[in-house]
Every structure is written in C-alpha cells, then in structure tokens.
C-alpha cells in the first residue's frame, strides 16, 4: 500500500515513541505519541495491514481525505509510515478529549453546546466547501485541545463528492444516520446536517434519540417516524436549530453557511469557555479512580481506559442490557441483505433492546447473523452469494429439465390424441 504523503523509506519507531493507548479510531488503535526530536506531542494510528486486508481502499480513503484537509477546525494529519505489515498514521493530538467524554460527567448547558455546534459548523462548511461529506458526525468524532479548540476527526467513512455523482452507500453509525442514508437515496452534504442535529440532542441529552433501542430496530424507526425533538424546558433557539438540522426532506435542510447564522449558535463566547468542560471531567475521571479500590463496578477500569475512544458509547448513561454495550461498528450492508435483515427484524421483532436480560440470548444467532452479512473485514456475504448462486443455478437447471420433460411428454400425448381423432 502507498499514498503520496507516506515516507516509506523512514522508520516510525525511530521517530515517534509511543507513550500510552488512547483509544480505538476507524480500522486501528490510537496511542499517545511524542516526536523524538521536537517533542511534540502527536495521535498514532496503527493499523496492521494484514488483519485490515479487506479495508485498505477504506483505509487509502481516510489518508487521502486528511492529507487533502487544511483547515484550523479539521485534525490535522502529519503523515503515514511503514514499517512492516503496520501502518502508521500520525495525526495531530487534541488533550481535550472527545466530546463524548467530557459527557461523561453529564450533559452540558446550552452555553457550551452552542459554541461546541458553532465551531463544528465551521469545520463542516470547510469540508463542504471541499466537496467532502464526513458521514459521521457525533459526539465521539468531536475532539477539544487542551486549549478548548473544537475540532472534527476521525474521517473513515468520508467521502468526496462530484459535480454528478453523490453518495449512495448505507455507512455511518446507526443512531445518527440520515433518512435518506438508511434507504439508499442518494445523499449530499445535508446528511451531515442531520446528523449534526442529532449530535446537538446528544450533547444536550448525554446520548441520542432512540437509546434504549437496538441499533437495528433505531434503522427501521428512522426513516419512518417524526424526526426527534427537544424537551420543551430547552431555550426556543436551540429548540429551533435542531428542528432546522432535523428536516425529513434533506433539500429543507439550511447549509452550513445559513446555520451559522441561527440565533442559537450566534454566540462570542470564545472556545476557551469549553476549559470548564475539560476541568469538569477531570475531576470526575480522578474521583472515579480513587473510588476504583473500593466500590467501583468490575467494568469501570475497561471504561476508563477507552477515554478518548474515537468509537461510539454512551458512558454512565448506557441503557441497554450490558450485552448490547459493545460499541457498534461503523458498517456497510448490502442493499439485498439490508431489505433482507430488515424484513426479518420486523416480522420476527428482532432484536428487541426491551427483553429481559435472562432473555438477551435469544437474538444472538441472528445478531451474529448480521454481523458477518456486514463485516467489511470478511468475505462471508460474497461466499454465501457465490454459493446461492451456484445452488439455485442447479435448482433451476434441475426444473428446467423437468419442465421439458413435462413438455416434450404433454406434446407426445397431444399428437397421439390428434392421430386417434
């Protein structure tokens, strides 16, 4: 694998020292690193190319979308090594955070969500104005410097539009996907602008819409059911920005530039507001780690470490059974199996996230089931195709035969009746 910012002939390891795992991106874990020579401090993405086989165009797509980013509320991207079967992707380092974690304490005031979306807003309109679509816009993937900088990562799933062609793959998380990304239609920038107003009821709300619910059953709820709305105890603007975002028809959706301009994220307050943010969950994180030796639960030490995750969770705030907790991987279906599983979700209520624990097993088969049919890392759905394929072509030659047969002995019947009459 080779992209034109990748110094392959440069050992990573002599440059960079890793220092502690941060957490989990799109296709690789994330470290914590430091320049050897400057001492700046970097991200690391290492990917090993031969356990991500299967998602190497995915993967030439991210750097290709980075290395083509400049832009002051996007993360900055330094450039990608090689050294043996690893990639290395070294990427600006934000202290701050995700905005997923600095949730974890709770939700935040209006305050902060409106200068948080406002600047999201800017890294949006630049990506627009690059023909780029991030299709992944959440809590997790909105990351903060230690100065309170806001700014977008993780660019996995992104993708470069033309002047003719628009996004038609079904990719994103779940929860915040856009009607029109779940059922296939084709889909531009205004996607994102769904997506950002879900983002804002999760920021307000410490999880999005439908969180008690399977991930499968939030997909067939989507695009059939009112778009979310904030409580009514939120001020009107903010109430007004989301119900702008959240338009079923994209083509109402405002773009970035007419969004910058709603009253809600008109504030001046400057991003080193957001400190407090960063201060708070601080405090939280120490207070749970002195707790840990005492009354903490068994998972918290699992927890604290994928802080800074750029993945999906919802923290303290998880609702479902703890087996629907793992994080839900971004992933394409193909249309066939997608009308396939979505046919099946709903004549058989599967799966539904309000069973009792005791009865959690029950869709695991066809959850498992799922998984396999949308893994981009296994090639089960091409084999199961191939292999159909292959069984209804000798089902139908095997017909076929014995409908000549039937012919050929219905046309010998006719001719002796026609002799005898």
Request: charged share 25%; aromatic share 8%; net charge neutral.
């Amino acid at each position: 694998m080779t992209t034109s910012t990748q110094q392959n002939q440069l050992d990573p390891e002599e440059i960079f020292r890793q220092l502690n795992h941060i957490g989990r991106g799109s296709f690789g874990e994330v470290y914590k690193g430091i320049n050897v020579k400057s001492s700046n401090i970097v991200a690391i993405k290492i990917i090993d190319l031969e356990k991500a086989e299967d998602e190497i165009e995915d993967i030439q797509q991210e750097i290709q979308v980075l290395s083509q980013c400049n832009s002051p509320f996007i993360t900055k991207y330094f450039g990608s090594y090689l050294k043996g079967s690893k990639l290395w992707i070294v990427m600006e380092y934000l202290g701050g955070g995700s905005a997923l974690d600095l949730m974890k304490p709770g939700p935040f005031n209006e305050q902060s969500i409106s200068i948080i979306l406002r600047e999201v807003l800017k890294g949006l309109e630049y990506l627009h104005s690059e023909k780029k679509i991030h299709r992944d816009i959440k809590a997790a993937n909105i990351l903060l410097s230690e100065n309170g900088d806001v700014k977008l990562a993780d660019f996995g799933v992104a993708k470069q539009l033309t002047d003719t062609a628009k996004g038609v793959t079904f990719v994103g998380t779940p929860f915040w996907m856009s009607p029109e990304v779940i059922l296939q239609h084709n889909y531009d920038y205004s996607t994102d602008i769904w997506s950002l107003g879900i983002t804002a009821i999760e920021l307000a709300q410490g999880e999005p819409p439908n969180a008690s619910m399977h991930p499968m059953r939030v997909l067939l709820q989507i695009p059939k059911s009112p778009p979310p709305q904030l409580a009514e105890h939120h001020s009107r603007p903010f109430r007004e920005f989301v119900e702008a975002c959240l338009q079923k028809n994209p083509e109402h959706r405002p773009k970035t530039s007419e969004l910058r301009r709603f009253r809600f994220v008109s504030t001046t307050k400057p991003t080193k507001y957001l400190l407090e943010l960063i201060t708070r969950y601080q405090e939280w994180k120490k207070k749970r780690e002195n707790g840990n030796n005492s009354d903490s639960d068994s998972g918290s030490d699992d927890e604290d470490q994928n802080h800074g995750t750029i993945g999906w969770s919802f923290g303290d705030t998880v609702r479902p059974p703890k087996a629907s907790q793992n994080p839900p991987e971004t992933f394409e279906l193909n249309h066939l199996y997608k009308s396939i599983f979505d046919d099946l979700s709903t004549r058989y209520q599967i799966p539904n996230s309000n069973l009792r624990p005791t009865d959690s097993t029950i869709n695991e088969p066809f959850e498992n089931l799922r998984r396999l049919f949308g893994s981009r890392s296994t090639t089960f759905a091409d084999d199961f195709t191939y292999k159909l394929r292959e069984h209804l072509s000798k089902t139908l030659k095997v017909q076929l035969n014995r409908d000549n047969e039937t012919t050929g002995a219905n046309s010998a019947a006719s001719a002796i009746v026609k002799r005898r009459i």
